[in-house]
């Protein structure tokens, strides 16, 4: 099966200006998540959509931070105004039911992103 | 709030040799646990999972769970330059997956 989906793969952008990302789940997966991976840390949820509903967004900087999952497929999550300490690598990862996530998910390629 | 610790290494080890990688985490509740490995400039790739006390294997990898200390580990043996990574410890409970920090190990030839 095909993986999950994720572009673009690099983006450099200037501070305080916006930015936008997109990921495409594995086919078939209801559930869909959006991390962020600081260099030298371990990945952070900011949001988790079950279909097209969210499910956790606790740590999603919502004044910055938006992320939607029209018609419970793929997925945009949008960042403006970016600031420096947004620099990391966004990382999308899916699952067929949050059940899966017993077993674990898969992750797609990740977009990294370098705010100068 | 829910922790999870892994040595930041690096861990360095000769090929051929056995690494062995820690991991404890806080929250008694939690219910799986994965580790992940993930190459420079990479996404993370999952190579093993457990929920049980015990041992579990899969092929040169050894998963060990003990719930009552609080601590999963990860063996690989007859390690080989190829599985120079960043291995990335990560505990599910609750609808809840945390990741430690990772552990970077370097296998030397």
């Known amino acids: ?116 | 709030q829910k922790e999870v610790e892994q040595n930041s290494g690096p861990l360095s080890v000769p090929e051929g040799a056995i690494a062995s990688l820690n991991c404890t985490y806080s929250d008694r509740g939690s219910q799986s646990f994965f580790w992940y490995r993930q190459y420079s400039g990479k996404s993370p790739e999952l190579i093993m999972f457990i929920y049980s006390n015990g041992d579990k294997e899969d092929g040169r990898f050894t998963a060990q769970l003990n719930k009552a200390s609080q601590y999963v580990s990860l063996l690989i043996r007859d390690s080989q330059p190829s599985d120079s990574a960043t291995y990335l410890c990560a505990v599910w409970g609750n609808n809840d997956m945390r990741f430690g920090a990772g552990t970077r190990l370097t296998v030397k030839p």
């Open chain 1, 1 to 116: 099966e095909a993986g999950v989906a994720q572009s673009p793969r690099y983006k450099i952008i200037e501070k305080r200006q916006s930015v936008a990302f997109w990921c495409n789940p594995i086919s078939g997966h209801a559930t869909l998540y959006w991390y962020q991976q600081i260099l030298g840390q371990g990945p952070k949820l900011l949001i988790q959509f079950q279909n097209n509903g969210v499910v956790d967004d606790s740590q999603l900087p919502k004044d910055r931070f938006s992320a939607e999952r029209l018609k419970g497929v793929d997925s945009t999550l949008k960042i403006q105004p970016a600031k420096l300490e947004d620099s990391a690598v966004y990382l999308c990862a899916s699952s067929f039911s949050d059940m899966d996530d017993f077993y674990g998910y898969t992750f797609g390629s990740g977009t990294r992103l370098t705010v100068v």
